[in-house]
């Protein structure tokens, strides 16, 4: 029928391949945490985003604090030594040194030194620090509500998964005792039909499921940051950052 074509059409798009090719349903994430605290506990290590926000806060910190150093007493300390010979005219063996010392001390003390601008850039660098305590503080708070939608939708999609292969087990059985009313002239075939599609539509309903699980274990991954080739154990060329970082950092400019 057409729904049949559009997707059909569909999937070849995405796919680039035929949907007549031999291809099977995607299994289920492996390697999943065993339990609620244990998904959580490795999500607020490994997140990247929340790795994100907590080094924004470092930097706004540390430039907070490179503000208020500009403000901080400057101490420069010089010390220096000089030696003099000097040697009479009218006898040139006689000779005299004299060492001198001196140490100098400068104290520097910041009040408006360019105009208070200064002051302008700690109140900015303070406020982008609250900014960033906040964000950090926001998103922890989402981050926990989303790990446990996340895990209750993984935990009853699986239940859906139980319960619509039950379903269409027993529309199965039914279908089955339809045709064999059928068959025996106890039911038309209006009945049949309609026991026939009873049983397809649980089988949609059952694959449809099995989709939203398998949607709701890379989820678990994705929160997890284990959604890299490298964790998934794909066959290709993964991205080495500290590789590409030396090869661009001695690469001849232009080169």
């Known amino acids: 029928n057409m729904e049949y074509l559009v997707r059909k059409s569909t999937f070849e798009n995405y796919f680039g391949k035929g949907s007549d090719e031999n291809i099977s ?24 985003d929340l790795k994100m926000i907590k080094s924004q806060l ?23 030594q000089d030696l003099s010979i000097s040697e009479a005219i009218d006898s040139p063996s006689s000779r005299s040194k004299q060492k001198s010392y001196t140490t100098t001390l ?25 900014k960033a305590v906040y964000d950090l503080d926001s998103y922890e708070k989402r981050l926990e509500t989303k790990l446990i939608q996340t895990w209750e939708n ?7 998964v139980i319960f619509s292969k039950e379903s269409a087990d027993a529309y199965k059985l039914a279908m089955e005792g339809m045709k064999s009313k059928y068959d025996v002239g106890m039911s038309t075939i209006i009945d049949y039909l309609k026991s026939q599609k009873d ?4 089988l949609v309903r059952y694959i449809e499921s099995k989709e939203q699980l398998i ?6 991954k994705s929160d997890l940051a284990q959604l890299t080739a490298k964790d998934l154990g794909l066959s290709v060329k993964t991205f080495d950052p500290e590789a590409e970082l030396r090869k661009t950092k001695f690469k001849i400019i232009g080169f």
């Open 25 to 48: 349903m995607p299994e289920e994430a492996e390697n999943l945490p065993s339990s609620f605290d244990d998904f959580r506990s490795k999500a607020l290590v490994s997140n990247l």
């Open 58 to 80: 470092k930097s706004a910190k540390n430039n907070s604090r490179a503000e208020h150093g500009k403000l901080l007493p400057r101490v420069n300390a010089i010390a220096s």
């Open 106 to 130: 400068q104290v520097e003390i910041p009040i408006f030194e360019r105009g208070g601008s200064e002051y302008s850039r700690i109140r900015a660098a303070k406020a982008a620090h609250r």
């Open 154 to 160: 993984y935990n009853s999609s699986k239940q859906r």
């Open 199 to 202: 049983y397809y539509d649980s």
């Open 215 to 220: 949607k709701a274990s890379y989820q678990i």
